[in-house]
């Protein structure tokens, strides 16, 4: 399975952008996907999950601004994060995992390289 992110960049405060992960591989619908965000001296944290049954979560900070979706004709996965704050800079990474989800990166199999999200105040 390999997963490369793109949509990262720089915006200020209050502003939006919108994440792609694009799946290929042996990857079918028995994979959760979800979004992970690493900011400097910090740890690898989960940000938004869709599970293989559909099932969605979001973290706390990020929700009501951050809306996951897939798009399995196209094997893709996005992120759409809004009303951006300079807390939400990091690297962002798009994971996938057979079976159930979980907000342990350490339980996702395979992993993107990462894209970088800067927001500025």
């Known amino acids: 399975v390999q997963l490369v992110e793109s949509g990262g960049g720089s915006v200020q405060a209050g502003g939006s952008l919108r994440l792609s992960c694009a799946a290929s591989g042996d990857i079918d619908r028995s994979y959760s996907m979800g979004w992970f965000r690493q900011a400097p001296v910090k740890e690898r944290a989960g940000v938004a999950l869709i599970g293989r049954n559909g099932m969605i979560g979001y973290a706390d900070s990020v929700k009501g601004r951050f809306t996951i979706s897939q798009d399995n004709a196209k094997n893709t996965l996005y992120l759409q994060m809004d009303s951006l704050r300079p807390e939400d800079t990091a690297i962002y990474f798009c994971?996938?995992?057979?079976?159930?989800?979980?907000?342990?990166?350490?339980?996702?199999?395979?992993r993107g390289q990462g894209t970088q999200v800067t927001v500025s105040p």
């Open positions: 994971a996938a995992k057979r079976g159930v989800l979980s907000w342990l990166p350490a339980d996702y199999s395979y």
